[in-house]
């Protein structure tokens, strides 16, 4: 079947530029509801699939959006996928229990939604280059329980697995995969040979370690990697 893409694109909320488009972020809203734009401090995603399969795109694909980042209290899982290497996709989603909770097992997806998504999902990856191992779920790259349904695994109603959603955005060439694998890059798990050079932006030089510490740990919450060292 073929899908839409209906173009709602604005440059309101965007937080920064320049996104290196190596991975795919799946996410659910987390609200019962449907919704399609940016929060007003960045926070949000590309893409938004709602219950019925209407796909719309939010941001451009050089946006950087607030999506896969610590936010100050997450744990960092993933060590190469970042906001400014992620391109993310939202799915609208249904509950029949506690909406106020990720925990809850009654999160679920419409057939419709999961169908759009994994082919918005195959058209992304042909035209980036992405490899389905780093199409991710938001909760590989932090410890949190997005998408609950596919953190739960336990295919309530409509609702498939992480399993059966990446069978789904495979094919035959993944059984070999060479671009974009991570953790194949020395730098930032990016395989792709044609990305020879690398530009390294210096964000500040302080006298005490420990002002440099707190400027790292700003950078990583926004979800850039960032290190100390001396110079």
């Not at 100050?72 to 909406?99: F, M, V, W």
């Not at 191992?133 to 938001?138: A, D, K, Q, S, T």
Request: charged fraction near 25%; glycine fraction near 6%.
């Amino acid at each position: 079947m073929q899908y839409k893409i209906i173009n709602a694109i604005s440059f309101a909320s965007v937080p920064l530029r320049g996104n290196k488009k190596q991975y795919l972020a799946i996410h659910y809203l987390g609200v019962v509801g449907q919704s399609r734009e940016l929060a007003s401090d960045g926070t949000g995603a590309h893409y938004y699939i709602y219950w019925d399969g209407t796909i719309y795109q939010r941001c451009s694909h050089d946006a950087i959006v607030w999506a896969v980042g610590t936010a100050g209290y997450y744990t960092q899982k993933h060590p190469y996928a970042r906001n400014a290497n992620t391109i993310s996709i939202e799915l609208c989603c249904k509950c029949d229990g506690d909406s106020t909770s990720a925990d809850d097992q009654k999160w679920y997806f419409t057939e419709e939604t999961q169908e759009a998504c994994v082919w918005l999902v195959k058209k992304l990856r042909k035209e980036l280059g992405i490899s389905a191992e780093n199409v991710l779920r938001h909760y590989d790259i932090v410890n949190k329980v997005c998408p609950a349904p596919y953190v739960h695994n336990n295919k309530y109603r409509t609702s498939w697995t992480w399993s059966e959603f990446k069978r789904g955005i495979s094919d035959a060439s993944d059984s070999g995969e060479t671009k974009q694998d991570a953790g194949s890059s020395k730098t930032d798990g990016a395989s792709n040979s044609s990305q020879k050079m690398r530009y390294v932006v210096q964000c500040g030089a302080f006298a005490e370690k420990k002002n440099a510490e707190a400027m790292a740990r700003q950078l990583q919450e926004k979800g850039f990697t960032a290190i100390v060292k001396t110079a």
